[in-house]
């Protein structure tokens, strides 16, 4: 028999236009995009269709604008495929929230006023830190590491093979650049980002998260979600892993390897982009990937799905 598993993204898959096709076509999305303005009290959803690009970048927009339309597309997806079952779920950083809400370990409403405080808490911590992150393609994971052992960085992102993220401050993080082209990086490439995310510059978003996450209800998951910090499922201590997880390195291709070692055949993204489908493509050709992310490919996989 074979395993399902659903995959939710992160911060960086964010669009211009993002579910705007989905509220149009879709009643029930439209419903959706309502009640999470009604829950956070401004229109998150004109942020998400019409931006600007400029707000909707920002950590406090985007974190909870891709959290609602990857939520968006698994109600829809579980409305059009009602025989679909999930094996397991997984998210990419902030996407952990959305695979545990998703898992039924807390509610819609609470998983996205909690995602829009931590990136309150993280743009907070960004403002006060000077960080920055860049994409090492094409070198190993232990070069890596010593590269940023030399630079006085961290790894933050253990995307796939090949790809790899780095963050720290941003003076250390043009040296490391440097360094990975030096010991055979294809490229080093700083990313746009507002900060040093998954590194100890975001250890003080820790202290407000842990308070935010224990106002909120927290249930056992329905089905094993994997936490980026083990790439294992999520145990009893799920608000002290997603803590954690605010300065320790996302283990996406871990994640990923322990889900395939169970005997996972089909994964399915669900949000903005297509990146953790690439990712996968460098994992492992031979599964069946599919994603959602708006009205055609919500179409294309359910005709998949049967």
């Known amino acids: 028999m074979s395993k399902t598993a659903i995959l939710f993204a992160g911060q960086g898959a964010q669009i211009v236009g993002m579910g705007q096709d989905l509220a149009g076509q879709f009643p029930g999305a439209k419903a959706w995009f309502d009640r999470a303005n009604a829950a956070l009290g401004y229109d998150l959803a004109a942020i998400c269709f ?12 985007a974190q909870p604008g891709i959290f609602l339309v990857g939520w968006v597309c698994f109600e829809l ?16 950083s902030l996407g952990e929230f959305t695979a545990l809400t998703a898992a039924g370990a807390m509610s819609f409403e609470d998983g996205l006023r909690v995602v829009r405080q931590r990136g309150q808490f993280m743009q907070e911590a960004c403002d006060t830190t000077r960080g920055g992150m860049a994409a090492i393609i094409g070198l190993e994971a232990a070069a890596t590491r010593e590269v940023c052992a030399e630079a006085g960085v961290v790894l933050a992102n253990l995307n796939c093979p090949g790809q790899l993220v780095i963050s720290g401050a941003a003076e250390n993080i043009a040296r490391a650049c440097e360094l990975a082209k030096a010991k055979g990086a294809k490229r080093a490439l700083p990313l746009t980002v507002a900060g040093a995310y998954h590194s100890p510059l975001m ?28 790439a294992q499922a999520h145990g009893a ?7 954690e997880q ?3 390195s996302v283990r996406w291709e871990e994640s990923m390897r322990a889900l395939l070692a169970q005997g996972f055949t089909r994964f399915i993204e669900l949000g903005p982009g297509a990146a953790l489908s690439g990712f996968m493509k460098r994992i492992d050709k031979t599964v069946q990937m599919l994603n959602v992310a708006d009205a055609a490919s919500l179409e294309a996989t359910v005709k998949m799905l049967g």
């Open 77 to 92: 997806l579980k409305e059009r495929a009602p025989n679909l079952k999930f094996d397991a779920a997984a998210g990419l």
């Open 50 to 61: 019409q931006g600007p690009e400029a707000e909707l970048t920002k950590t406090e927009h």
């Open 203 to 230: 250890a003080g978003a820790q202290p407000k998260l842990r308070d935010a996450l224990a106002k909120i209800r927290l249930s056992s998951p329905a089905v094993p979600v994997l936490s980026n910090v083990t």
């Open 237 to 243: 201590d799920i608000s002290v892993r997603l803590v």
């Open 246 to 248: 605010v300065c320790a």
